[in-house]
């Protein structure tokens, strides 16, 4: 079963950019789908980005297109999530998971949630 650690989540000003990091524990990781969730409080846990188990069919949440971008290292056990041009709305405490293979819009068919990282925008 892979556990995931988020890291790189800071304080940043409105327009800055942050790079979060998902290192993966475990093994197989090749095999499976991860996403990037985001949960501010009092909202549900929404999902920001996901991609394929290879690498391939990165796919987002209309809020944050054109300006976050996913991308993983299967060598490394790790996935990324480059975060630009970054607003208020979006500070949040940021999570991934995974699931098999590819890609799911539903949150409930992700497991073995992170810890968080928390990112926070303001002036």
């Known amino acids: 079963q892979l556990q995931f650690v988020e890291s790189g989540g800071s304080l940043v000003q409105p327009g800055g950019s942050l790079r979060l990091s998902c290192a993966a524990s475990g093994f197989n990781f090749g095999t499976y789908a991860v996403g990037w969730f985001r949960q501010a409080p009092g909202k549900e846990r929404e999902r920001v980005a996901c991609i394929d188990f290879r690498g391939g069919s990165p796919n987002y949440a209309d809020s944050v297109k054109g300006r976050f971008t996913i991308s993983r290292d299967n060598a490394k056990n790790t996935v990324y999530l480059q975060m630009n041009s970054l607003k208020p709305g979006d500070t949040a405490a940021y999570f991934c998971?995974?699931?098999?293979?590819?890609?799911?819009?539903?949150?409930?068919?992700?497991?073995?949630w992170g810890q968080g990282t928390q990112v926070t925008v303001s002036s």
């Open positions: 998971a995974h699931r098999r293979r590819y890609c799911s819009t539903a949150t409930t068919d992700f497991g073995s």
